[in-house]
């Protein structure tokens, strides 16, 4: 403990962190940019070649030459710290799948040393690291004497810019006092503020908490959303007025689905993991099940009002405004997009889309013939091409004045238009 308490004080430490995607790879960097020596580990040699050649695929932050990632997992024996950034998506069932996790915890084993910490930041369900890490190391290693473990959640917001993975603050916890201890040495060398927890069970409780409440929030405004079409209510309308309220209402808006690694996927970790304990969490799981039926009830009103302009859905064409799950980025992990245009295919409608950010899709786990779309030119002759426009991922690129004035049919389910134009325009659909 004492060596590597050293190593970090005098910031002589050799840093590995395992998976380099939108967790992985901005957290690399920011220690990188406080002067410490990191190398990425991940399976996929597409990406390692793109980060020695200096290409940050993630965002637009460069990449410094003293960065160098590899697929060669003995390395894993020369780091002073392990950070575990891996994948922990849903099986088709909505059930947990750590699989990721488990296999990266076999494939390091080999490699761990006494001396080490390792730091788990994918998000789980309390006891992840308890479980896959702690009881699969223990018979080599005594945890918080000759090797440290340490769960702290990753805070990713990308394209956020006035909070970037430095400046927020990073919740800590460890297996013993001693490894929280040393994990709070390490982490104070690129974060500003620490959150020290009692457990790694309380660290991974918190991650999911944290989301599990947006996703509440925003599975009741999309129910608010379907209610008010119900009632001839402008949803976007509504909202705005309620959020002059000082006290006792914070806005979330409604939109076409949820994408992104987190807001999807959490809440069905704490719903598992509160049943292998007895408890049927209705409320988590009804909020899920709210966000997840939105895409399904966006492509319905686009097919009922199709139908109500008498389009014939064989013969329609739609251009589908961004694919990203949120605006100004680049990311499209479960973007509610890939869902909208699968929905709409299976009406016979044919679907395209523009989206500055994502010139090429790229085929997902779940969407696997999505690599032939490719972004197309926002022009007149373009829009004019479809039957209808839909606003899927409100980019502050796009030129939506272009959009409202030559599209013969827009559907606005991100409220980009207000009140006042769906009522002053017949060509203007909020959904």
Known sequence: MDNLKNKIKKKKLQIGIIGLGYVGLPLALNFVNKGLNVIGFDIDKNKTKKIN????????????????????????????VVIICV???????QLP??????????????YLKCGQLICLESTSYPGTTEEQIVSKIKNRFTVG????????????????????????????SGHTNNCLKLGKMFYSLAFTTLVPVSSTRTAEFTKLLENIYRSVNIGLVNEMKIISK????????AIKAASTKPFGFKAFIPGPGMGGHCIPIDPFYMSWKAKTLGYNSKF???????????????VLQIV????????????????IIGVAYKKNIKDDRESPAYEI???????????????????NIKNTRKFKNLNKYKSIKLNEKNLKNFDATIIVTDHDKVNYSKIKRYSKLIFDCRGKFNFKDERNYQNIISI
């Open 341 to 359: 245009i699968n929905l709409l295919k299976k009406q016979n409608i044919k679907a395209l889309y523009h989206d500055p950010f994502i010139l």
């Open 53 to 80: 050649s200096g290409i940050n695929y993630v965002n637009a932050s460069p990449i410094s030459k003293k960065f160098t990632a590899t697929d060669n997992f003995k390395k894993i024996q020369i780091c002073d």
């Open 284 to 298: 988590i799981n009804q909020a899920g099940k709210i966000n997840t039926f939105m895409p399904k009830w966006t």
């Open 145 to 172: 004497k000759n090797i440290f473990v340490c769960f702290s959640p990753e805070r990713e917001d990308p394209g956020n810019k006035k909070f970037k993975n430095k400046n927020v603050p990073k919740v800590i």
């Open 304 to 319: 009922k009002n199709l139908k109500k302009k008498k389009i014939n859905l064989k013969k329609c064409r739609v251009l």
């Open 97 to 110: 799948d750590i699989s990721y996790l488990i296999q990266t915890v076999r494939t390091i084993k080999p």
């Open 230 to 237: 119900l009632m001839n209510v402008n949803i976007h309308e």
């Open 87 to 93: 994948p922990t998506p849903l099986k088709k069932n």
